[in-house]
């Protein structure tokens, strides 16, 4: 063999390498390492279409083919976003245009779904609803224990509670469930971070709270800023309960809790725990656990009592 | 440009009805992505072409068809991941994005090239050997003359333009400092020097065509002629197309021969399918039966 006849091997092997490196290989690749769950709801939750809790996968998969392989499913730009889902559809109804949303570990992707790989543990929520106020609500508290446990992209990220008062009973509450979890968890007052990689559980009265972060700002500034249906008066004394086109449908006082998400470009999520008043942020810390988060977009809690965000005609405002 | 009058029943059928048998055919295979069904509409295109005498100039379509088909049929699923059956995963690959070659992709690929390859077949090859496009032509004097002389014009130059090349390339071989094997220089000198002689020939015939008076209102018209009555073969050939399309339309209205290329492939193949392809073989060929008349 020529010393030149070894090119073309060495260039095939290198553009080999490339490629295994890039994640390319044979096959569907590798199963996940932990059941992959799959919830179709409409409404904001509302309504259940299908819950998987261990949902079929094979190998690398992404979100759409998690999907694809679980329900009937329409697609249009060339398969990359959902048309329809067993059968509902996306487009108009009553004049409002609705489509379907996917949340992979509450946060809104901002990719078509072929194009997001799946990890093991992974939360898929596909939610079909009203998108007349915003299409942009970018985080949402209904896959709790997600995104604390698994993260974003199959990396687990830092998780820091910034409490009021970092010595109060609601932070230690707060605090307590996550390290239950297993999540390694740090603690601090609450402070404008720049910490893009970081994911913050706030938790205080919202009086407290107010004007001290961007994201708290957001909320204050209505579900367009921040993808949360619910609003505090000036006062911070009373929550507003809006319905999904942004109406309020009542007003909770005293003792009321909320748990809402929310998320700005290029950060991760943040959480709130928060109240009109420590009884309030109380009850909400009391709420933040799976059961009482699934499916939800936003939680407020009222007398101990779940209420959904936004208010939808099927659940009312104090369904549950 | 490729036909020649042969005996066969597809000859002996007029221009038009010909011409509606090849289209008929390419409906067909437009119609159907079911796999049986195009494979019964690719055998009926074979048939025709064999039965017609143009079994070679079907060959011949068929080496430029193949690697056009092999290209689609490779595209595919270069283009698409909707498939559940993962064979290659690429990565992330630019403006592309996440691509993942599936099995479902692969063999869309195949049907789509397939099809590509039975239109060329059918519209290009046995379209081009069977029909007479004078005829066929003058069939359009009747709706636009200058555009069914321009159309034939145009029909007629391009074998007086390879002629042309061949001389050249002839004369070219000529020259003392000639090289065997034209290199790419050479061959667009070639190109060149036909190009430039197309238009030539066309002033030529434009002004050729003013002296014989084709401007004048009375050569629009078109010279009378006397309407020929329509043969067996005609009406077979006729017949048979619109059987064809019915064949087609019919299926897709009854929901026949159908084809899920995604998330998984789906091809019907109970007993209507090959009922299907038996109906379409014998309804593109049953006109070839009958071979009476056929020498002109």
Known sequence: MSPRAGHPLRLIAAICAALALGGCGIGAGADPDAPIGLSVTRDFGARDALDIPDAKVSGADTVMRVLRRNATVKTRFGGEFVQSINGIAGGRRDGRPVDWFIYVNGSLTDQGAGAIDVHGGDRLWWDHHDWGLTPDIRAVVGS???????????????????????????????ADKLIALGIPIGRSNISRSAADETLRILVGPWTAMRGRDAEADAVDRGPKASGVFARFDKAGT????????????????????????????????????????????????????EGALSDRFALAISDDLPVALPATGDRGAGGG | ????????????????????????????????????????????????????????????????????????????????DEGLTVLLRLGDIGPLGKLDVTLEGLTFGAILGLRALLVVLASGALLGATVDADELLRGFRRISVRSALTAALAVRLVPVLGRDARRLADARRCRPDATPKPGAAERLQIVRAVATGALDRALDVAATLEVRGYATAAAAGGPRRLREPWSRHDHAFAASAAG?????????????????????????????????AAALVLVALLPFADRRGIER
């Open chain 1, 238 to 289: 009373a929550l507003s309960v809006l319905d999904e086109r942004g109406a309020t449908v009542r007003t909770l006082g005293a003792r009321t809790g909320l748990i809402a998400a929310t998320r700005a470009e290029q950060r991760q999520p943040v959480w709130f725990v928060t109240g009109t008043d420590d009884a309030g942020v109380a009850s909400a810390a009391r709420a933040l656990d």
């Open chain 1, 144 to 174: 709790y224990p997600e995104p604390f446990v698994h993260g974003e992209g199959g990396k687990r990220l830092p998780v820091r509670v910034e409490c009021v008062d970092p010595k109060g009973a609601s932070c230690k509450v707060v």
């Open chain 2, 244 to 276: 064809l399309v019915a064949l087609a339309g019919g299926a897709r209205l009854l929901g026949l021969a159908g084809y899920d290329a995604y998330p998984r492939t789906v091809v019907a193949a109970g007993p209507g399918e090959w009922l299907l």
């Open chain 2, 1 to 80: 440009m490729f036909y020649v009058r042969r005996a066969s029943p597809l000859h002996a059928a007029r221009a038009s009805v010909a011409a509606a048998y090849a289209v008929a055919l390419v409906t067909a295979v437009l119609a159907f992505e079911n796999p049986i069904a195009l494979a019964a509409v690719g055998v009926a295109i074979l048939g025709a072409a064999l039965l017609a005498g143009a079994g070679r100039i079907l060959l011949r379509a068929a080496l430029y068809g193949v690697p056009f088909a092999i290209v689609i049929a490779l595209i595919n699923p270069l283009v698409t």
